[in-house]
Structure formats: C-alpha cells, structure tokens
C-alpha cells in the first residue's frame, strides 16, 4: 500500500465548480505540503501544514484553501476552479527538515479544469 | 525569480555511460541540496542529498557534486541504465525556512 495516498488520480471539471483534493498518510510524520506541477516551472509550494493547527501559505496560495483534519490527512480545495489552476497536483509528507529527512510524495491528481 | 535552474530540459546517454545532470542556484544562504527521480504517473522519490557543508556525497552509482563558488549542483550516475531513464528535479532549502525550492526538472533518457 503506498504510504501517501491521494484521491482523486484524475478529475476533469468545469469553471466555477469548487473541487477538493484528498491526502492521506500512514508514515506517521507531522509535516505536509501541497504542490502544483506545470510544464517548465518544476513543482511549486501551495501550502504547508506542521500539525493539525499550523497552516501556512505556500508562494502560490492564492485561489486555494487546506485543511488539516487529521495527522494523517490534509486536504486542499478550490473554492472556484479557473482554467489556469488546471496542473499537476502533489502531496508530500517529511518528518522534519533535512538531508535525511527528504518529503514523500504521493502519486498526483491530474486536475483539469474546462 | 528562480532560484534553482536545471537549464536542460533532456539528455540522452548511452546504457553503460556516464550521465552529469545539471544544477544552478542562486541562494548562497541554501544549507541543503537533494535530487529527486519521477517516473510516469509517479511522484517524485528522493534520491540523493548533500549538505551545504560538504563537496561530495556518494551512494552506490549515484555522486552529488557541490560546487558553492559557482553555485552548481551536480548529480552523476554510473553505469547508466535503462531503469534510469525518468524527469530528475533538484531541490534545496534554507533551514527554518520550511520550504523546498524545485528546479524544472531534466529529463533522462539511458538509450539501450
């Protein structure tokens, strides 16, 4: 079983709609983040989450929200999907930060939005 | 601005060969390098790390290189093999920062 989950793997949807994207751990580490993927810019930060009552904005959070419901599951919505949040989307989790403490990523939800 | 680039989009390599995959940074305050390696469909998966304080960092076929005067960060794979062939991505980060800046990525192709 992977150790980071994300649901869905794809999903096509349309302008306005609100979308939320799922994210489920079973490595037990406090941090985690969510990235968007675009062709030419490599994997950008959206949010970032210590524990259940630390968020923080990443470099490109506008037009996003997270949630931290649990250690193990962090959640990240559009509230009203525009055609440019269309990206490769990632979640990563790491115990702490360091050479030996690197994030894990789960496999991605493709996101396109009509 | 972007402050970790990996100018070269693709390389292709001989199986058997050596590959150099590339890294340029501008931060002179980052502590910390790591390459990662993505397959299709895949997220990334850690790969190899160094800390700013040492040169080199050896794991079986794969050596990072650091070079902080120059600010560039190589990753060296020996023997390349067709199992190689994935986008790699470096990263770093500035301790208490909390967060990874990504280069674009390059993508390998070890040639049978």
């Known amino acids: 079983d992977a150790d980071v989950t994300q649901t869905p793997r794809n999903r096509i949807t349309k302008t306005g709609k609100r979308i939320m994207l799922e994210c489920s751990q079973t490595k037990g580490h406090d941090r985690m983040y969510w990235y968007r993927q675009d062709p030419g810019l490599g994997l950008r930060l959206i949010y970032y989450s210590f524990d259940v009552k630390d968020i923080n904005k990443g470099e490109i959070s506008d037009g996003y929200s997270v949630s931290r419901q649990a250690q193990a599951k962090f959640s990240l919505s559009l509230e009203s999907a525009i055609p440019n949040q269309t990206a490769l989307y990632f979640c990563?989790?790491?115990?702490?930060?360091?050479?030996?403490?690197?994030?894990?990523f789960g496999d991605g939800t493709r996101l396109s939005i009509l | 601005d972007q402050q970790v680039k990996q100018n070269s989009p693709s390389l292709s390599v001989q199986e058997g060969r050596i590959s150099i995959l590339n890294c340029d940074y501008t931060?002179?305050?980052?502590?910390?390098f790591l390459w990662y390696k993505k397959y299709p469909a895949e997220g990334p998966t850690f790969l190899i790390s160094i800390s700013s304080i040492k040169d080199k960092n050896e794991d079986g076929r794969f050596t990072v290189f650091l070079n902080k005067s120059a600010k560039h960060l190589s990753l060296h794979i020996v023997p390349s093999q067709p199992g190689d062939s994935a986008v790699y991505f470096c990263a770093a980060y500035v301790s208490g920062t909390y967060k990874y800046i990504f280069g674009t990525g390059t993508r390998l192709k070890v040639l049978a």
């Open positions: 931060n002179s305050m980052f502590d910390y």
């Open positions: 990563a989790t790491s115990e702490g930060q360091g050479a030996n403490q690197p994030q894990h």
